[in-house]
């Protein structure tokens, strides 16, 4: 039973399969025990899809080739058996999650092309894949963009029951980066049947919905002060920085609009006079000046008033930048009386 299972291997890499020592099943199996019943009260749904379509979990070791590990496998011609390796039951809770939700979205599209091919590329037309340091087939990569897919989905909803979890934030980003890397490549090069086409399609909308719920989930009170400080403000950070940067937004809004700026024992004012100081102070933040300045005017600031920050910050951090600031801040002044939110 051993040297048939232990004949599958990769599309790029190859590795030989050896049995893991006895003794060791009762950890494994504890191991796998508490995956699943973190897939079962993260994700209902997808447990119980899981239980019905993998048949049996198959545990083996193998050496590391060339750098490289296998930490979990599956295989058309053993369609409903899931492989992990040993190590990775050794792994934090999250990777073991990781590789589970993995290999069982390999199972559904393997149970998929059993009725239609999805991909038309031959496999001898190989292109980058980001989960991998070698060119793949366009089924490796169609593979990869779905298995990301998945576990974007299912982190999205850890991320949700607990917003502290950092590590699952890391893993959800991550994934959805990945995604979208392999999307770009099966959009520009990829040859798929009807099916094919609307099922990645699907994936890729769904992904565009959980890649900005964090924006749509922002509350009132975070949305009245950012539209406070420029009314075009979320349409920005929406279409313009969440695209190129979603962690860096996320912890920008965090950090200012949900922490700073509504604590209580500074006024809105206040705090606001302490942010331009510091931006004068630094240098170079002309673009961030640009955008607080206009705020500032938003929130009944005048001409004068920055002018004051300016004589008391030209004392601590010199002329010169205080002299730059002025200009921007009068630019930023011209703005605002034609009510380009837009331009800051």
């Not at 006895?22 to 994700?43: H, P, Q, V």
């Not at 993998?54 to 080739?65: A, G, L, P, R, Y």
Request: aromatic share 12%; net charge negative.
């Amino acid at each position: 039973m051993f040297y048939f299972y232990s004949n599958i291997n990769d599309d790029v890499y190859k590795f030989k399969y050896t049995p893991i020592k006895i003794g060791r099943e009762d950890f494994i199996k504890e191991k796998l025990d508490e995956a699943f019943r973190f897939i079962s009260n993260t994700d209902y749904e997808l447990y119980i899809e899981i239980m019905n379509i993998v048949d049996e979990f198959f545990i083996f070791k193998t050496q590391e080739n060339d750098g490289e590990v296998v930490y979990s496998g599956s295989d058309f011609n053993k369609l409903g058996t899931v492989f992990i390796n040993e190590k990775t039951c050794n792994s934090d809770l999250y990777f073991l999650v990781d590789k589970i939700i993995h290999e069982s979205a390999h199972q559904i599209l393997l149970s998929i092309m059993i009725h239609d091919e999805i991909i038309l590329n031959d496999d001898s037309e190989k292109y980058p894949s980001p989960l991998r340091t070698g060119l793949r087939t366009m089924n490796g990569i169609y593979h990869a963009a779905f298995v990301l897919y998945r576990i974007a989905c299912f982190f999205n909803k850890v991320v949700i029951s607990n917003p502290d979890d950092n590590n699952a934030r890391i893993i959800f980003r991550k994934n959805i980066s990945q995604f979208k890397d392999c999307y770009s490549v099966i959009s520009e090069k990829g040859r798929l049947s009807v099916l094919g086409k609307d099922f990645i399609d699907g994936c890729n909308n769904d992904i565009s919905l959980l890649d900005m719920k964090f924006i749509d989930s922002l509350d009132e009170k975070t949305i009245e002060i950012m539209e406070k400080f420029n009314g075009d403000s979320l349409r920005r950070l929406r279409n313009d920085l969440y695209p190129i940067a979603p962690n860096l937004v996320e912890r920008l809004i965090r950090g200012i609009y949900q922490d700073a700026y509504q604590r209580d024992l500074l006024t809105t004012r206040e705090r606001h006079i302490a942010t331009l100081s510091a931006l004068v102070a630094i240098g170079g933040a002309e673009r961030q000046l640009s955008f607080q300045s206009y705020a500032a005017y938003k929130m009944g600031f005048t001409k004068e008033d920055l002018e004051e920050i300016l004589i008391q910050n030209s004392i601590f951090s010199g002329f010169t930048r205080a002299m730059n600031a002025a200009v921007i801040f009068n630019e930023t002044w011209e703005k605002f009386q034609k009510g380009n939110d837009s331009e800051a």
